[in-house]
């Protein structure tokens, strides 16, 4: 029988828990809560992460099933669907959020020189939209079209260690140029987008930071000289 801590406990080991509790006491997540902490959620979502649990039923019958090893695991009370549902609705997400930007910052910092195919010194970013569909009856607030509900997340990604460096979620029917207006822009560094992201304004505004990008010119694309242009830019 093996007597040395869970795997699950090893990997949490990493987290800066000094960082969490000062997110959490930053947006007072602990107020008046005396069981089911800030912490234990985390541990219960990042454990559904981990082990692809697709619903709160399935977090709930999976950490039910070994209830003996929850301490061990680091969550100090019992895991209840709707204790779990209620946390998720209620507790500022925020806390979150920000451990998240401090655990990228601390990634970022380790992958800072990463090779990655191409000679360069400046960061390299991607930049992508996708929408995740939703059930209209449950997620009515999730605008989309008549017949379905749906959020789009929009991504920044690091391409020196794939790093997720700026993530905002927003209805479904936002168009995905929109997000260069709130996007933050290092200097120097370069942006590749698709032609969604096709929009003068905007790329010049980013151009002038000043950094560069690179996406796709459409079909209908002109110079202008009034030329097509059949290459890519």
């Not at 999976?62 to 946390?87: I, N, P």
């Not at 507790?91 to 979150?96: A, G, L, N, P, S």
């Not at 995740?132 to 020196?160: E, G, M, V």
């Not at 709130?182 to 003068?200: H, K, S, V």
Request: overall charge positive.
């Amino acid at each position: 029988m093996n007597s040395g801590k869970l795997i699950f406990s090893q990997v949490m080991d990493y987290l800066p828990l000094h960082t969490f509790r000062r997110c959490v006491n930053r947006y007072h997540g602990n107020y008046q809560i005396k069981r089911f902490t800030c912490l234990d959620q985390y541990f219960c979502m990042a454990f559904a992460q981990l082990t692809y649990r697709d619903s709160l039923r399935d977090i709930e019958a999976c950490l039910r099933s070994q209830q003996h090893k929850l301490y061990h695991m680091g969550m100090r009370s019992a895991v209840s669907r709707s204790t779990l549902a209620e946390a998720n609705e209620q507790r500022d997400w925020r806390i979150y959020a920000d451990f998240a930007y401090s655990l990228i910052l601390i990634a970022r910092k380790l992958y800072s020189d990463e090779p990655f195919g191409v000679d360069l010194k400046q960061t390299v970013y991607a930049l992508d939209a996708t929408t995740i569909d939703l059930c209209l009856s449950l997620f009515p607030w999730a605008n989309f079209r008549q017949s379905k509900s749906a959020i789009k997340l929009h991504t920044l990604l690091d391409l020196r260690g794939n790093i997720p460096t700026f993530i905002h979620i927003s209805d479904g029917k936002l168009h995905d140029v929109n997000i260069l207006d709130i996007l933050p822009i290092e200097l120097g560094a370069f942006y590749i987008m698709d032609r969604g992201y096709l929009d003068f304004a905007r790329l010049h505004m980013l151009s002038q930071s000043p950094a560069f990008f690179v996406t796709r010119a459409k079909s209908n694309f002109k110079s202008v000289t009034g030329i097509n242009v059949p290459f890519e830019i």
